[in-house]
């Protein structure tokens, strides 16, 4: 499924309303690097036997009472499986990762969002909102458009 982002509906479905709008058969595979609010709502939109892969928990990082997920009863009624990992344990097979991707990538099979903040000027803000949730996708800070 190809989504239409826009930013400030998708931020607000996401966390506070439905996700079913974008995904009304519910979330086959997720891949969780923000925790907290996100992936408790994330638990409410899981299909039967869907997978979370949970490399990050950014929302968290910094707090200093992590939030807490009140929806982990999906797990089980859900029989969802969640599995951490680093992406360090797979460094060796990067190479081969690349290879694979990138063509997808160029074919337009695999799409990414990024949310780009002109000028250095505005680096610091881009990095804390990296923290606080102000962005979806890769977070990049253009200096230049050479």
Known sequence: MKLDIEKTSLIYDLRF???TRYFPEGIDIYFDNVGGKMLDAVLLNMRLRGR????????????HQPETIQNLTNIVYKRIRIQGFVVMDYFDQYSKFL???LPCIREG?????EDIAEGLESGPAALIGLFSGRNIGKQVVKVTDE
């Open 17 to 19: 309303v439905s996700i």
């Open 99 to 101: 290879d694979f991707i």
């Open 52 to 63: 979370i892969a949970a490399c990050g928990m950014i929302s968290q990082y910094n707090l």
């Open 109 to 113: 099979k695999i799409v990414y969002v």
